[in-house]
C-alpha cells in the first residue's frame, strides 16, 4: 500500500486533539485508504483493536443507517467500555441525516479521537461550522500529484523516463485506482470514476432528473478549462443543442459540481482594487484524466490542459489561487499561501518574437513571478522572469 505522507503525517500531527479531523476530496481520490493507513499507525503505537473504530457509511451493512437516531444507536453497540481513548474512523459520514449533532456529542461526552471523510463540500458549511466553531481541520485529499505518480511506479525523477511518464500522467490523470491499473483498463476505470461522481455525487444528491444537460454542461467546463466563463454563455451554448436550461440552473449545476470536488472556481482578481471581479470564472476540473474522459479524449487545447495541471499542483501545495487583473491584461495565476505571495503564467510553447513575460512585467512589487511551459525551451529567464519546464517544475520539492 503506497504511503501518502504528506496527508498521513498532517493527520497524525493532529491525533489526540480536540479537534475533529475532516477528510475532503473528491470520490476515490484516497480519503478510505488514508483512514486505514491511521487505523495501521495506530496499531502500531500500541492502541487496542477494539478501541479503533472504522464504519464506512457507503458499505452494505451500514446502508440502513439513514438518520441521526440510527447512528447513535450504531455506535452505542460498537463504543468499548474499557475506560480507555477511542479513536472513531467515519467514511462517507454525509449519508446520515443529521450526523453533525452525533459526532459533535461524542465529542463533548467521550474521551474520543475522532476523523470523518466526505466527498461533499458541505460538510464544512452550515450546522457543522456552526456547532464546531473551529474546532475542526479540514485535509483535504486530491488524485496523485506527478511526483506521487513517479513514486507509485518506482521512476526515479532523473531517469530519461519522466518525459513519457508525464505523457501518460496528463492523458490518464492522477486517480489512484488508474494509476495503479494496466494500461488496457485504465480508460475503463476512469469512466466508472465520471459516472459514479455524477450519478451518486451530484444527480442524486442534488436531484438532478436531467443528467443529460449535466452531462453536456460538464464536458462544456471540461473543454473549456481555463476559460472565462459565466452561466449565459453555458445556457447559450446548450439551446444550439436543442437543451433548454435556465441560468439558475446552470448556477445550481456549477454549484453542486463544486460541492463534490469535480470543478474548483478562479475568481478574477483586481491587483490595482486588491478585490474580486463580478464577472466571468474559470473552472478547472479535479483530474486531467475526467477532463480528457468527458470530451472523448478529444485532442488540442493543450495549452488550457497544461493550466489545468498547474493550477491543481497549486491547490496541492497548499495556495490560494484566484486569477489577476490588471487594468486589461490578464496573468493566469495568483497564488497565496502563510503570506507568500506568487505569480504564474502559464503557455505550452513561447512563440517566436513573443515575450511570455510581458504581463508579469507590468506588476511591480517584488513577489516571484513564474513562466510555466509545456515544451521544453532550454531557457532559464526572459527579462528577469524564471521559464520553467512543467515537469522540472513538477518534481520540485517543496
Known amino acids: 500500500m503506497y504511503i501518502r505522507d504528506n496527508y498521513l503525517s498532517r493527520l497524525i500531527s493532529f491525533k489526540d486533539t480536540d479537534f475533529i479531523k475532516v477528510i475532503t476530496g473528491v470520490r476515490r481520490s484516497g480519503k478510505s485508504v488514508l483512514l486505514k493507513q491511521y487505523s495501521n499507525y495506530l496499531y502500531e503505537q500500541g492502541i487496542n483493536k477494539e478501541n479503533v473504530i472504522y464504519i464506512n457509511l457507503e458499505a452494505f451493512e451500514y446502508q440502513h443507517i439513514k438518520n441521526s437516531e440510527e447512528f447513535s444507536?450504531?455506535?452505542?453497540?460498537?463504543?468499548?467500555?474499557?475506560?480507555?481513548?477511542?479513536?472513531?474512523?467515519?467514511?462517507?459520514?454525509?449519508?446520515?441525516d443529521g450526523w453533525q449533532k452525533v459526532i459533535n456529542g461524542l465529542r463533548v461526552s467521550f474521551d474520543i479521537d475522532i476523523v470523518i471523510t466526505g466527498s461533499n463540500a458541505k460538510l464544512l458549511s452550515g450546522e457543522l461550522a456552526t456547532l464546531l466553531s473551529g474546532r475542526y481541520v479540514e485535509i483535504e485529499i486530491y488524485p496523485f500529484s506527478f511526483r506521487e505518480y513517479l513514486e507509485v511506479n518506482n521512476i526515479d525523477v532523473n531517469s530519461r523516463s519522466v518525459d513519457s511518464a508525464y505523457k501518460d500522467y496528463e492523458k490518464y490523470g492522477g486517480f489512484p485506482g488508474v494509476v495503479l491499473s494496466p494500461e488496457e483498463i485504465k480508460t475503463t476505470i476512469l469512466s466508472g470514476i465520471y459516472d459514479s461522481i455524477l450519478l451518486n455525487d451530484i444527480a442524486i444528491r442534488g436531484s438532478v432528473k436531467d443528467t443529460l444537460v449535466l452531462k453536456r454542461v460538464v464536458a462544456f467546463l471540461a473543454d473549456n478549462v481555463g476559460q472565462l466563463i459565466n452561466p449565459t454563455k453555458i445556457s447559450n451554448m446548450l439551446k444550439q443543442?436543442?437543451?433548454?436550461?435556465?441560468?439558475?440552473?446552470?448556477?445550481?449545476?456549477?454549484?453542486?459540481?463544486?460541492?463534490?470536488?469535480?470543478?474548483?472556481?478562479?475568481?478574477?482578481?483586481?491587483?490595482?482594487?486588491?478585490?474580486?471581479?463580478?464577472?466571468?470564472?474559470?473552472?478547472?476540473?479535479?483530474?486531467?484524466?475526467?477532463?480528457?474522459?468527458?470530451?472523448?479524449?478529444?485532442?488540442?487545447?493543450?495549452?488550457?490542459?497544461?493550466?489545468?495541471?498547474?493550477?491543481?499542483?497549486?491547490?496541492?501545495?497548499?495556495?490560494?489561487?484566484?486569477?489577476?487583473?490588471?487594468?486589461?491584461?490578464?496573468?493566469?495565476?495568483?497564488?497565496?499561501?502563510?503570506?507568500?505571495?506568487?505569480?504564474?503564467?502559464?503557455?505550452?510553447?513561447?512563440?517566436?518574437?513573443?515575450?511570455?513575460?510581458?504581463?508579469?512585467?507590468?506588476?511591480?512589487?517584488?513577489?516571484?513571478?513564474?513562466?510555466?511551459?509545456?515544451?521544453?525551451?532550454?531557457?532559464?529567464?526572459?527579462?528577469?522572469?524564471?521559464?520553467?519546464?512543467?515537469?522540472?517544475?513538477?518534481?520540485?520539492?517543496?
Open 73 to 96: 444507536e450504531l455506535l452505542k453497540e460498537l463504543l468499548p467500555n474499557n475506560g480507555k481513548k477511542v479513536y472513531l474512523l467515519i467514511d462517507e459520514v454525509q449519508f446520515v
Open 241 to 398: 443543442e436543442k437543451l433548454t436550461i435556465s441560468n439558475h440552473t446552470v448556477n445550481r449545476y456549477l454549484e453542486l459540481l463544486q460541492d463534490a470536488y469535480l470543478f474548483y472556481e478562479a475568481k478574477p482578481y483586481d491587483i490595482r482594487g486588491k478585490g474580486y471581479l463580478k464577472q466571468n470564472s474559470k473552472y478547472f476540473i479535479a483530474d486531467n484524466g475526467l477532463r480528457n474522459h468527458a470530451v472523448s479524449h478529444k485532442d488540442g487545447n493543450l495549452g488550457n490542459r497544461l493550466e489545468n495541471i498547474v493550477y491543481l499542483e497549486l491547490l496541492r501545495r497548499g495556495y490560494k489561487v484566484d486569477i489577476v487583473r490588471l487594468d486589461d491584461k490578464e496573468i493566469d495565476f495568483i497564488a497565496k499561501r502563510d503570506g507568500i505571495i506568487e505569480y504564474y503564467q502559464v503557455a505550452y510553447q513561447i512563440p517566436n518574437n513573443s515575450h511570455e513575460t510581458d504581463n508579469l512585467l507590468m506588476i511591480k512589487d517584488n513577489y516571484k513571478k513564474i513562466v510555466i511551459t509545456g515544451r521544453y525551451e532550454g531557457i532559464d529567464y526572459i527579462d528577469g522572469i524564471e521559464i520553467k519546464y512543467i515537469v522540472d517544475w513538477l518534481i520540485e520539492e517543496e
